[in-house]
């Protein structure tokens, strides 16, 4: 479900399932945030979300409060943190015709996706630039990276590729059907570029031409290395010609790395219910159906 800038939804955040600050959230009624989501109004549902999908709690938003010393969910500590504070008898454990779970999107501890409470479908924002300044964090950062992208293949970028490889990634994106949903990134020092980036959903693609154990350990190694660059940690994904082993795809999982593989009929599958390839087809598809619509009263 693609959003417009001025909706507002409802919100998921990433948690840990097995974090014991979960039953302390329900008893207090106040969840720490690392920053302030603007998509979600007042009186809007908030529900906590594990990596499995499976909804943990859920609250009315009733109030924020700003600027205070908190533990967030991935256990950092924020001194200009903030509380999502739940309505008064409202954060429960789902029941009813609450949702058990929620498809959204969940590649980092503490991260935001929206949803639609009604229909309990994801929504997605279209970011522009790749970052949401507000849902950014509050602390000031000096120059930030990636200070700049460049557009897909530009510059030669492909020239660093191997053949195999290229063609992988330009059969992705012409199935995604939209080539400026893609980027690439300089990274620091190295003077080397990011195979794949999707600015939209903040993620970092490294793309092999075989499903061999030694080149799979070799792309966890150089996303992990590539990750460490950016100052918001994107999420980490593998583009594959086929699909790996089911064991194979459970490792990748447990190191939160998405798998993305071509099928037999040329169409791609991915290991996050279809967030980076059925997903993305869809909003590229919705992007070319919307008509321009030329100023009312252009100037002469």
Known sequence: MIAQPEDKNDLAIHWS????????????????????????????????????????????LARIEQTVNVTVADGQRRQNGYYLVAKRG???RPRGRDPRVLNVNRH??????????????????????GTDPADASAAPVHKPFPSRRVPFFANNIGKTLSQPEKRLIMAYVEW???????????????????????????????????????????????????????????????LLPERPASNVIGLFEKKR????????????????????????????RAKK???????SNPTP
């Open 17 to 60: 399932k097995g974090d014991k600050r979960i039953a302390k959230i329900l008893q207090s009624g106040r969840c720490p945030s690392y920053s302030v989501p603007k998509r979600i109004p007042l009186g809007g549902i908030v529900a906590l979300v594990a990596t499995s999908g499976d909804v943990l709690l859920l609250f009315q």
């Open 90 to 92: 409202t954060i429960r």
């Open 108 to 129: 980092a501890l503490g991260a935001f996706a929206y949803f639609d409470h009604s229909t309990f479908k994801r929504v997605i924002y279209e970011l522009g630039n």
């Open 176 to 238: 995604i059907g939209d080539v400026t949903m893609f980027v690439h990134h300089p990274l620091k020092e190295s003077g080397l570029y990011t195979d794949l980036f999707v600015p939209r959903c903040w993620t970092l693609f490294e793309a092999k031409s075989s499903i061999a154990r030694g080149i799979l350990r070799e792309a966890v190694g150089q996303l992990f290395d590539y990750q460490r660059h950016y100052d918001r940690s994107p999420r980490l994904a593998v």
């Open 257 to 284: 790395i998405v798998v993305v593989w071509r099928s037999v009929s040329g169409s791609f599958r991915d290991s996050l219910d279809g967030v980076l390839t059925k997903d993305l087809r869809e909003a590229a």
């Open 289 to 295: 159906a919307t008509p321009f619509s030329p100023p």
